[in-house]
């Protein structure tokens, strides 16, 4: 049959093929590259949706804010209080007076124009009795900011200011600030930027660090809080952040990722309290205050991945985040990279189960499990994981799979017919197209019926006969032999120069083998009738046919040597089928000399015995004739053999 040829080893394999498996590996790698270059490249677009598909992160933070955090918020009864913002200099003094207690004190307002005279002092007043612990902000590139040269003296100030241990510090840069007025500024130990810096979507995800200003890097507020709050400096070196002992996780911009509180869970006390007669200041005793203002009619309201927060939540965010330990790590670089070949390696493994629907379910409990593993790195580790990458990763790697395994299904299955139509019936090319990784090498034992046929004298033929001539016309006649084996679900096993072995119940199951056997040689017959209606019986074009049937065990499957091994039957079912073929000639003979010698036969010539085990199977529904005693070559015991006859089977209808 099915002679699988050499290149079949390497077509199917453990259900895929190689080829299909290889073509795969290849352009998954691919994709691989392409989304690791993606993500380390993103388009402000993509950037944008990565971001957003991960601030749901924030959702599972049950973290609180620290308790040493305060913010002194001049908010809506603030405002209703005491008047539009901004107010009077003096007004705003009274409040920084009661401040006194507080360990760490930021200012995130800026004073930098001048008002009444005497106001602007009793704010400055009110700042220098508070011993050095207070931090003014300034605005770097903002809609007012001057350049400053680096003999003025609040440059001078920024310098004094800035970080101390800088090298090669990858800053954000800025040219000109926004400062507070002379008499005011002068009051702050320390100066501190205000400034935020957004993502591209203009949501706040990551806290800068500090800012280049000129040859200074001003540190942000929360930054300068913790330096004169624990009196470490922050050392930069490239794209390395190292504040005092403790390392921080930062981005090329030495920005650091923070991690937002649920909204409501901060310590906040309204500006109007302090100025209360009942006002205790013993409440903000040993803790960290940031001054600022969150009312709706101040553009200091910033866009968060929880939505809008005022802009000293940022900075006391940052701070909290110190405190807690819980400053976000992003998963990126070699660390994704692994994250990504981690999925394909799960990919590949979905990829060897055959149902799509399992496929499809399991590509499903993928894309969760990567899902929850990004909120688990959250939640427990303190790890960011953009799982927008992996995810476009593994929908890439499905949707190009898929089209991938389709195109080259499309073409083994037009390869498996191209290969077996020739050998094998239409509903057997359809099996081996689904079943294609049952072809391994090796075999099982099963019952089966094996039809072996041969030309009769056929030495003549092929001498009168030119090359040319005989390889077409045996062409022909296997042609039609072949029809008729595939008809009745035969799988032709091979051809033996002009023998024709075929199988029935192997490799496609067919429980009326047998039955099925017996027409398809009695099919054959009728077929040669038909090709040798142009010639006489004397033509060596003439052909004549002999075919012997047997029913029994055999052991059935691909034999042969790894990389070359043919379908096939052996056993002694099989040796049998030879032998009754080979006497069909004998029995034919001794029948016409009976008939010569007037004994009444059934049927007109002997072209097909069948054996036993074939003749229980159909003896109640086919012609046949007992052979008794018959000696076959190989076999130490007479065997009863039975003629078909395959003429009345035709004219009882058998045949189409």
């Known amino acids: 049959m099915v002679r699988v040829i050499n290149s079949l080893g390497l077509f199917k394999k453990n259900g895929i093929s190689l080829l299909k498996k290889h073509g795969f590996y290849l352009l998954g790698f691919i994709l691989l590259l392409l989304t690791y270059q993606l993500a380390l490249h993103p388009p402000l677009i993509i950037q944008s949706l990565a971001s957003a598909l991960t601030d749901d992160y924030f959702h599972w933070n049950k973290r609180k804010p620290s308790e040493k955090l305060v913010f002194i918020d001049i908010e809506n009864t603030s405002v209703r209080a005491h008047g539009r913002w901004p107010w009077s200099r003096d007004l705003v003094a009274k409040g920084v007076a009661q401040l006194n207690t507080a360990e760490v004190i930021g200012l995130d307002i800026l004073f930098s124009e001048p008002t009444v005279a005497t106001h602007d002092q009793a704010l400055s007043n009110a700042i220098s009795r508070l011993e050095n612990k207070v931090i003014g902000g300034v605005f770097l590139n903002g809609p007012q900011a001057e350049t400053l040269t680096k003999d003025n003296a609040g440059y001078q100030h920024l310098l004094y200011s800035s970080l101390n241990r800088t090298e090669n510090a990858q800053l954000i840069d800025s040219q000109r600030a926004e400062i507070p007025i002379t008499k005011i500024r002068e009051a702050f130990p320390l100066l501190a930027a205000l400034n935020t810096s957004p993502d591209a979507d203009q949501k706040i995800r990551h806290y800068p660090l500090a800012f280049w200003l000129q040859d200074a890097a001003i540190p942000n507020m929360g930054v300068q809080m913790w330096r004169l709050g624990h009196f470490v400096d922050l050392e930069l070196n490239g794209t390395q952040a190292l504040l005092g002992e403790q390392p921080l996780a930062v981005d090329k911009k030495t920005r650091a990722r923070i991690n937002y509180y649920p909204v409501g869970t901060w310590q906040r006390i309204a500006f109007t309290e302090l100025l209360q007669p009942d006002w205790d200041p013993q409440r903000l005793a040993g803790r960290w205050v940031l001054v600022g203002v969150s009312e709706a009619g101040v553009t200091d309201m910033r866009v968060t991945p929880l939505g809008e927060l005022p802009g000293p939540l940022i900075h006391l965010t940052f701070v909290s985040n110190l405190l807690d330990n819980s400053l976000l790590t992003d998963i990126n670089g070699w660390e994704l990279l692994a994250v990504l070949l981690a999925v394909f390696i799960f990919v590949i493994f979905i990829w060897q189960f055959s149902q799509p629907w399992l496929r499809l379910l399991l590509f499903f409990l993928l894309g969760l499990s990567i899902a929850g593993i990004g909120v688990a790195g959250y939640a427990f580790f303190n790890l960011w994981l953009e799982i927008f990458y992996p995810l476009v990763f593994l929908l890439l790697t499905v949707l190009v799979g898929e089209v991938w395994f389709f195109v080259m299904s499309r073409a083994e299955t037009a390869y498996l017919r ?180 007037g004994e009444v036969k059934p049927c007109e010539t002997v072209d097909i015995i069948i054996g036993e085990k074939t003749f229980a199977a159909v003896k109640d529904r086919l012609p046949c004739y007992p052979v008794i005693g018959l000696e076959l070559k190989g076999k130490l015991q007479a065997q009863d053999v039975w003629v078909l006859d395959w003429r009345k089977m035709i004219a009882q209808g058998r045949l189409p």
């Not at 094996?450 to 009769?456: A, E, N």
């Not at 052991?555 to 070359?564: H, W």
Request: aromatic fraction near 8%; charged fraction near 20%.
């Open 418 to 597: 191209s290969a077996f139509s020739s050998y094998v019936a239409p509903a057997l090319v359809d099996k081996l197209v689904k079943q294609g990784d049952e072809l391994q090498l090796g075999g099982k034992r099963q019952q089966l019926t094996v039809l072996f046929s041969d030309l009769r004298d056929f030495t003549p033929t092929t001498e009168l006969l030119e090359t040319e001539e005989l390889v077409s016309h045996l062409n022909r006649y296997f042609g039609s032999m072949i029809e008729e084996v595939h008809r009745y679900n035969g799988t032709l096993d091979k051809l033996m120069g002009d023998a024709v072995m075929a199988l029935f119940n192997a490799p496609l199951a067919d429980e009326d083998h047998a039955y099925h056997a017996c027409l398809a040689a009695a099919g054959m017959m009728q077929a040669l009738d038909a090709f040798n209606l142009p010639y006489s019986v004397d033509d060596p074009h003439y052909l004549r046919m002999g075919i012997g049937i047997n029913t029994g065990e055999a052991v059935v499957g691909n034999i042969g040597a790894a990389n070359r091994f043919n379908f096939t039957a052996i056993g002694d079912a099989v040796n049998t089928a030879a032998r009754l073929e080979s006497m069909t000639k004998e029995v034919n003979c001794n029948w016409q000399a009976s008939k010569q010698a």
